[in-house]
Structures are given as C-alpha cells and as structure tokens.
C-alpha cells in the first residue's frame, strides 16, 4: 500500500546511479536509481547490485559518479527527481461516486 502523501525522492551525492532505459509506447523514458551506500562503495558489489537489478527488474547501465561523465548522469537524475516533486498524484479512491 502507497502512502497517503509520499515525499519527493530526491538524488544526494551517490557513488554509483543506475540509469534504466526504457520504452513507453512510442516514448523514451531514462530512469535514475541510486544504488545503495553499503553496495556503491564496492566497484564489484555494484556490479552484482546491477546484474540482479537487470534481471529482475529489466536492462540498466551503472554509472561511477565521480567521473566528469558522471556528473553528468547526476546532474540529470536530480534534476528528474525534482521534477517529480512537482507533478500531482493521482488519488485513489474506495468507493464509487
């Protein structure tokens, strides 16, 4: 169950950040997650991180964040984090009206 008002993820300073690409009908969409501390820290245990990520949730590239190429990704995906904080959820309702 989602909560009633969820807070806006917002990106901070990751080592590591996946980048998922994929189709929305005839859209283009990149997604942006950021891989866990504990794993991020580790070259080889973001890569495992990555490889159960692709199999389980679909195709995505790791990116080090601490190259300029980086930056660049990070730059990007906090920028996509906030502006989902300004787009409206859709409410669910219970009942019929």
Same mark, same amino acid.
């Given at each position: #169950?989602? +909560? &009633?008002?969820?807070?806006?993820?917002?990106?901070?300073?990751? !080592?590591?950040?996946?980048? !998922?690409?994929?189709?929305?009908?005839?859209? !283009?969409? &990149?997604?942006?997650?950021?891989? +866990?501390?504990?794993?991020?820290?580790?070259?080889?245990?973001?890569?495992?991180?990555?490889? #159960?990520? %692709?199999?389980?949730?679909?195709p995505t590239e790791?990116?080090?964040?601490?190259?300029? /190429?980086?930056?660049?990704?990070?730059? &990007?995906?906090?920028?996509? %984090? #906030?502006?989902?904080?300004?787009?409206?959820?859709? /409410? !669910?309702? &219970? %009942?019929?009206?």
């Amino acid at each position: #169950m989602l +909560p &009633k008002n969820p807070q806006p993820v917002h990106i901070e300073n990751p !080592r590591r950040v996946l980048v !998922r690409k994929s189709l929305l009908g005839w859209l !283009r969409r &990149k997604d942006y997650h950021t891989v +866990p501390t504990a794993l991020g820290t580790n070259r080889d245990l973001a890569e495992y991180f990555r490889k #159960m990520w %692709s199999r389980h949730v679909g195709p995505t590239e790791l990116v080090y964040t601490r190259t300029p /190429e980086g930056r660049r990704s990070l730059l &990007k995906a906090r920028t996509h %984090s #906030m502006s989902r904080s300004f787009q409206s959820r859709a /409410e !669910r309702l &219970k %009942s019929w009206q």
